[in-house]
Structure formats: C-alpha cells, structure tokens
C-alpha cells in the first residue's frame, strides 16, 4: 500500500472491459489533443550548463599566447584516473614549461582535481560536453588542441560558497 | 471472356447502359492503376501516421527529421529496407521462405477491387461504376480472400524454421480461424437487410435507408473486433507479441521482405477500414440528395472524398486503439472469440433475422421510417443489455480467480500450521 498499489476493490464480476477500455481511449485521446511534450530538440535546441559542469579541458594562455603551465608535475601527480602526460622542459633563463602535455580524454573521469590543483590556473575543466572522433587516439588532446579550446571553464565549487549563489 | 465480362457487369447493375468492352477495359485499367498508387502511398504514409499518432498520444515529438515535419521519413524507411542485406537463414524452406511475404500482401491488395468507392461516374462513353470489379458476389469473394491472407503468415512462420517463427505462425492460424466465424456471421444481418451479397447493393440500401451502425450495431461492435484480431493488430497481436516470442512470425525476415509483412498489415487494417465503412457506415453515401441519379462528377468526387475520410477515421481508431489497451492473454483470445463473440453473434442473428420476418409480417415497407425506426428501437435495448449486462465480468476472464471462503480458511490454517513448525524446529 504504501507504494501506491492500486487494488480492485470491487468483485471482478461487476467491471465492465468496454467501459474501462472507453475510459483508457479518453485519456489516451486528451494526451493526443493537448500534449505536454517535454522532449529537448537536442541538436537545435541544448539545456544550460550548470556553471560547476566539469567537461572537456582547457589551458588558459598568457597574453603572449603561451600556455601558463610551468610544468610543476601537480596535475599528473593528483590524477586519479593518471591520463596526464607532462614532460618538462627549461628555457635559458630557467623558466619551466612543458615540452610535453596530453590529457587522455577518454580517460579522464572529469574529477576537476587537476583544476583545483594548479598553481598557475592554467589547466581547467570546462563547460563543453560534444566530443566525438573516429579514434581511440584522437581523445589524447595535446597542448596546442587544450590552449585552442574557447569554451568557458568550470566555476570550482567554493566552501564559502556551497550553493553557488 | 468480354462476354463473360458484360454478363457480370449486368447482373451487378441492371438498370444502367453496359459500357462497351473497350471503355470498360480502359476505365478498369485507369482505375487500377490510380486505386493502386493511392493506395501504397497511403499505406506508406500510414506508416508514418502510426509513428506520429504514437508519439502523440505518449507526449513525444515522432519522427520529425526527414522532410517537413518527417513527412520522408516512409521513403527514408524504405530507401534503407532496400540497400539492406536480405538474409536467409540456413535452414529456412527459400521458396516458401520468399513467397510467404508476397502472399501476406496480396489478398489484402487483391479485396480492395471489390469495394465501391464513389458514386458511379458519367462520362461519354457510359456510367462508369467506381469500384473496380463489381462483382455480384462481392461480399463472399471477400470472405474467401481474407481468409487467404493467413497463409502468408503461417508460411513465414513455418518456412522460417525458428521455434519462435512458427509459435507466431501457429497463433495467427488459430486467431484468424476464430474471429473469421464471428465476422461471417456478423455480417449475415447486413446481408438479411440488404437482400444481397453485392457491395453496390449493401451501400445503396444504407444510401436508402438506414446506415447499419445505426440498425446493427452489436453486429458492427462484433465485427470491428473480429476485424482487429483479423488485421493482428493490438491488443489482438499474438502473432507478433514481441515480448514472449521474439518478433513472432517475421523474426527470420530481413530488409524488404520484412518491410512486406509490415506494408501487408496495414493493407489489411486499410481493406478491413474500407470494409467496415462499406457495410456500416453506408459506403461512399452521403446523407441527403448526394447519392441519387442523376450522377454527376461533383457527386463522384464528394462521394470519393468522404469514403476517404471515413476510412481514414477507422485508420485513425486503429491506432488510437493500438496505443491505449495492452495486449490480450492468448486464453483470454481464445475465449472471446469462441465463448463470447461466436454466442453472441449467432444469437444476433437470430434475434435479427425474427425482427426483420416480423417486420416484413406487419407489412412494413423496407426503407421506410418505420421500418428503420423499429430497428434502430431494437437495437438500442440490446446494446443496452449487451454493455449494461453481458459485459460484466465475462468479457475477459480475469487472470486471478476469487477464492472459495472455505478454501481460504484451509490455506490459511496450512501456512499457520507450518508457520508453528518452523519456530518449534529452531
């Protein structure tokens, strides 16, 4: 009872199939005249994002158009999923970057913790959700693919903050 | 053969001028050919209206990306069911394997030129009349046609070789033999009013009279079952009843062969709307001076107009019945069919058959008001007692039975019993 099962509580003597059947055909006939359609066009139409959807990576870059990843080895070390691939390399004047980084998209559980790992703000999660390809290798996203993402990233969830209002 | 031809065209319509044997071949020819165009782009469409009509009524959008609101989306079906790989499997009967499909869609095809769809057309060269074989014997012929469409199933099912296949074979056999009594002998009190086994005739009778669903109406309700079991169509689709026996009798089929099956069913559901509409709901007449000579184009096309339309709606019931009742137990078919419809529609006629001699006793004129009155009087009590009364409790038997008050007590006693003995043992 308590999970709403409906009972005959009348003899099945007294139930009348053409009745119960002209009753089904009304209420069948009133969805068919005044539907309440909730299906999403999907291509043409898309539902928002909440600002916290953790999607597809992206690299932020300076102003120079250089990733701001200074290859500190943060992100591959917190993964838990490990699909970060980071090799480091130093310039003449001894600043770090990677010669090397790809994320495994495939991978990837989309866990944001390389996001809220960087000191840098430079690796982060994004907003975006459509990715398809022909090939197992084609969701390894190197540096150029993750810096020319222009989707917006994911607002962090905040412990001051914990409904995002 | 001509002879023979005009022979046939005479009896079928006495009164009117026999057109020559050239116009009458090129009529038939013309009206072949457009019925038959008509008639598979309405199937196609009908495919799509299902999937529309469906959507609908479950709050969904249906097919709505090929063409103008998916209006492609029968040719895109059949594009694909054409590039598809036709599979055999190994040890299917190829023959009858291949032939099944043909004969599951050619009686459906073959009834339709035996219904009269419009008013007769006059031209130059004669009155034509707008069906494409009058035959005297309309009504029979379809009776022995339809009754054909069951081999295309039982033969799939059986050349198939699948147990599934053959299940769905042997129910659609079983079914169809059933309800084919009761539409035959709902349809003897059509034949009583109408004095004849012509469809011209049945229609010119409702066009005169009264239109049968008004005068017969248990018979219609009998015969718009025994139609829906007939066609396989919910909830009288055993044949098929993807959830027990796979895809019934069509399982093994593949790409267009399988599409056959599909364009047969709603041939059938078409050929036993048109039928309904021509034994019931008067044909192509239409109330008032539109179906009475002298003939005119403008009559032809009305009349044809609201035929369509008339078929179209028991299309449309179809469906709206498909999507709203669940699918009969195969005892619960069983049943209805031979200990109810069978009773009912025997009774029918004999209570129909004592009204009509009554009648005719009294001195009523057939097609008088006071004839059709009395009738429609009848028939209004006895639908009151068929729904009212016969209804109750006996259509479907319930799939639990009410225990016996002493047999309760008995079970209960028993569970309470071993109950006390397992708490003794630990």
């Given at each position: 009872m308590a999970i709403g099962i409906k009972v005959l509580?009348?003899?099945?003597?007294?139930?009348s199939y053409v009745r119960a059947t002209l009753k089904g055909m009304v209420l069948t006939a009133k969805h068919l005249l005044n539907p309440q359609k909730v299906t999403t066009q999907y291509p043409e139409q898309k539902k928002s994002l909440s600002p916290r959807w953790r999607g597809t990576h992206r690299m932020l870059t300076t102003e120079d158009g250089k990733a701001k990843c200074v290859a500190c080895g943060l992100c591959p070390t917190v993964c838990p999923a490990n699909c970060i691939k980071l090799v480091p390399g130093e310039d003449e004047k001894g600043n770090r970057y990677p010669l090397v980084f790809e994320i495994d998209e495939f991978r990837?559980?989309?866990?944001g913790y390389c996001q809220e790992v960087c000191p840098e703000e430079a690796i982060h999660v994004g907003r975006h959700y459509e990715n398809a390809e022909y090939?197992?290798?084609?969701?390894?996203?190197?540096l150029e693919r993750l810096t020319a993402q222009t989707h917006p990233v994911c607002e962090m969830w905040d412990p001051a903050d914990p409904k995002g209002e | 053969m001509t002879i023979l031809g005009n022979a046939l065209l005479q009896i079928a319509s006495p009164q009117l001028p026999p057109p020559s044997n050239v116009v009458f071949f090129v009529a038939t020819v013309i009206k072949i050919v457009v019925l038959f165009s008509l008639y598979m782009v309405g199937v196609a469409l009908l495919t799509l209206a299902e999937r529309k009509v469906s959507a609908w009524i479950q709050d969904r959008h249906g097919p709505n990306r090929v063409g103008p609101g998916g209006l492609l989306q029968p040719a895109a079906d059949g594009l694909k069911n054409i590039m598809k790989e036709e599979t055999y499997p190994d040890a299917a009967n190829i023959p009858l394997f291949v032939l099944a499909p043909i004969m599951a869609f050619v009686p459906a095809m073959l009834t339709w030129c035996v219904i009269p769809f419009a008013a007769p057309l006059p031209t130059r060269w004669g009155l034509i009349d707008m069906v494409i074989a009058p035959l005297p014997i309309g009504y029979l012929f379809i009776l022995a046609i339809s009754s054909l469409g069951v081999y295309g199933i039982v033969l799939a099912g059986w050349s198939s070789n699948n147990k599934y296949a053959l299940l769905g074979g042997l129910r659609a056999s079983a079914q169809m033999v059933s309800y084919e009594i009761a539409m035959g002998m709902a349809t003897i009190p059509v034949l009583l009013l109408a004095g004849n086994v012509a469809l011209n005739d049945i229609v010119l009778q409702q066009a005169h009279g009264l239109w049968n669903v008004l005068g017969l109406t248990v018979a219609f309700f009998i015969f718009l079952v025994a139609a829906f079991a007939e066609t396989n169509r919910l909830p009288f689709d055993m044949p098929e009843a993807e959830s027990e026996l796979v895809a019934g009798y069509h399982s093994e089929y593949s790409a267009m062969k399988f599409s056959m099956f599909f364009i047969a069913e709603y041939a059938n559901m078409v050929t036993a709307s048109a039928l309904m509409v021509t034994l019931f709901?008067?044909?192509w007449d239409i109330p008032g001076q539109w179906d009475v000579a002298p003939w005119s184009v403008l009559k032809t096309f009305a009349t044809g107009g609201f035929f369509l339309f008339k078929v179209l709606f028991f299309l449309f019931f179809y469906m709206w019945i498909r999507w709203t009742l669940p699918r009969f137990r195969y005892d619960q078919l069983m049943a209805l069919g031979w200990k109810f419809m069978l009773p009912l529609s025997l009774s029918y006629i004999v209570v129909m058959a004592s009204a009509i001699l009554g009648l005719d006793a009294a001195g009523v004129a057939r097609g008088s008001w006071a004839f059709g009155l009395s009738l429609l009087a009848l028939n209004v009590v006895l639908v009151a007692i068929l729904f009212l009364f016969i209804d109750r409790g006996r259509l479907i038997s319930p799939a639990y039975s009410r225990l016996d008050k002493r047999n309760l007590d008995t079970l209960r006693a028993a569970a309470a019993e071993s109950s006390l003995m397992r708490e003794g043992r630990d």
């Open positions: 509580d009348r003899p099945i003597d007294q139930s990837c559980i989309f866990c090939s197992r290798q084609g969701f390894v996203y190197d | 709901f008067g044909g």
